[in-house]
């Protein structure tokens, strides 16, 4: 398809397991955004990609969240010794716009369906 | 710290029914406002964008106005359809250099 695709949609997981979500952007587009949503919120950045390039990892929780774009395309979000607090949505976004140092106008974001990640 | 409140955090409404959703943030200063539309199960999809400068966009039966010295923004749905039911979020941006913020959304229900 030529949408913003995520795998896999559901993840079940034991606290404590190791977790790898998977994000495929629109083809050609160069930024690459994570979010997290919890239940009845609105989703919170958590980290910002520019091709290969990890320019922005503020929003990450803790040090056991992991994100990596290797070859500027598919993006993982690793979580490692999740944590119930972990459950969530996660949500990716890319778009087309080459941004500059520092400018996160980020408009069009083109949005995924999101991985919902259960821990138990 | 910019924070932007959603009211009524859900609405249901009968079909036909004009309604307005309200956003509320806290730092006037900002570069823009967005409206999206987030499906169950679904991601976002982006509906209408006001810069700071402007006070109003509209796109089909959709009106979103913007008063940034009382920090405040509507989304206006007119003759509301079942097929509009949805959550609708609310996010700024402070300047061109900062992340997005969303609020926390408004569960909108259109009985037929």
């Known amino acids: 398809g030529a949408g913003v695709s995520q795998s896999p949609r559901y993840k079940v997981a034991k606290r404590g397991q190791d977790v790898a979500l998977r994000c495929d952007p629109i083809?050609?587009?160069?930024?690459l955004f994570w979010y997290q949503q919890a239940l009845g919120q609105g989703p919170e950045f958590l980290t910002y990609?520019?091709?290969?390039?990890?320019?922005?990892k503020s929003g990450l929780p803790s040090d056991r969240f992991f994100a990596e774009r290797p070859e500027g395309s598919v993006s993982t979000l690793k979580i490692q010794r999740t944590q119930q607090e972990d459950s969530a949505v996660y949500l990716c976004a890319s778009s087309s716009v080459m941004l500059d140092e520092g400018i996160y106008s980020n408009q069009p974001q083109h949005f995924g369906d999101g991985t919902r990640l259960s821990i138990l | 710290k910019q924070e932007v409140t959603q009211i009524p955090a859900a609405l249901s409404v009968p079909e036909g029914e004009n309604l307005v959703l309200n956003c509320s943030f806290t730092?006037?200063?900002?570069?823009?406002l967005q409206w999206f539309r987030q499906d169950p199960g679904k991601g976002l999809t982006s509906l209408l964008l006001?810069?700071?400068?402007?006070r109003e966009q509209t796109s089909g039966r959709l009106n979103a106005s913007l008063d940034k010295s009382s920090g405040r923004s509507t989304l206006y749905i007119a003759a509301s359809q079942p097929g509009d039911s949805a959550t609708y979020l609310c996010?700024?941006?402070?300047?061109?250099?900062?992340?997005?913020?969303f609020g926390p959304g408004t569960s909108l229900s259109v009985i037929p």
């Open positions: 083809s050609g587009h160069v930024s």
């Open positions: 996010a700024v941006l402070k300047t061109s250099y900062d992340k997005v913020i």
């Open positions: 730092d006037s200063a900002i570069y823009n």
């Open positions: 006001i810069q700071s400068s402007q």
């Open positions: 990609f520019q091709n290969e390039a990890q320019l922005d």
